[in-house]
């Protein structure tokens, strides 16, 4: 079963400067997706950002991106210009190109500082 | 909003009730979810449906019992709850394959078992 690890469960970051969370996975598969989710405490969980393995390039959504390393199965989200609303709860998750089972993280809980 | 809604909100129920939790999208997805969120651990996938035919079921116990009548609505039958089942119930709809794969949430409904 493919497996996904966030590897820190808490992270904090100043208002306006840049985090990075980070996300490995995995797979013996070669096509499949990626995501980033935000849970704010209203608990809906919403995408941030998407990448398909097939893409070589990075996937961009205005202040929040990814560095997505097929070879080393990693995909961090980094988050520039961090403001008050994107503390929450970020969960990263794969599914596989033909399956509808989408893996989650434990994710890792921001904190954003005035 | 997500365009998926999930009813109620929140429910507490003794060890001996039953009930129902509801999920409902319009978003012409195919597919729908439920997921198990408890405290520090990673969401559980517990059923997929694809066009109304359950394709997953991740070892669930059996006094939980999906179904789904039609393509934009699903149900999870509840009965003789323990309380390690309290947690917050996800509900999730996608299309099956494609480009845009994501999931989208509802707002989950927080169960309590006393």
């Known amino acids: 079963a493919q497996t996904v690890t966030q590897s820190q469960p808490e992270m904090s970051v100043q208002e306006a400067e840049t985090v990075t969370l980070s996300c490995t996975y995995d797979t013996s598969e070669s096509d499949y997706y990626l995501f980033w989710y935000k849970q704010p405490p209203s608990r809906q969980m919403i995408l941030v950002i998407r990448q398909e393995a097939y893409k070589q390039q990075n996937a961009t959504e205005n202040r929040f991106s990814v560095n997505f390393q097929k070879a080393a199965k990693s995909f961090s989200l980094k988050i520039s210009d961090s403001q008050l609303g994107d503390a929450a709860m970020y969960f990263c998750a794969y599914r596989e190109y033909n399956n509808n089972d989408m893996r989650f993280g434990a994710g890792t809980r921001l904190t954003v500082k005035p | 909003e997500t365009g998926v809604t999930q009813t109620p909100r929140h429910l507490v129920m003794g060890m001996t009730n039953k009930k129902s939790l509801k999920c409902e999208q319009h978003l012409g997805h195919n597919a729908m979810y439920w997921y198990k969120q408890s405290a520090k651990k990673p969401l559980e996938l517990m059923f997929v449906?694809?066009?109304?035919?359950?394709?997953e079921n991740n070892s669930v116990p059996s006094r939980f019992s999906p179904e789904c009548p039609n393509s934009s609505h699903l149900f999870l039958h509840l009965h003789t709850l323990q309380p390690e089942d309290s947690a917050l119930y996800l509900c999730?709809?996608?299309?099956?394959?494609?480009?845009?794969?994501?999931?989208?949430f509802g707002q989950g409904t927080r169960l309590t078992v006393v």
């Open positions: 449906y694809n066009f109304k035919e359950q394709t």
């Open positions: 999730a709809s996608s299309h099956q394959t494609g480009v845009n794969t994501e999931a989208f």
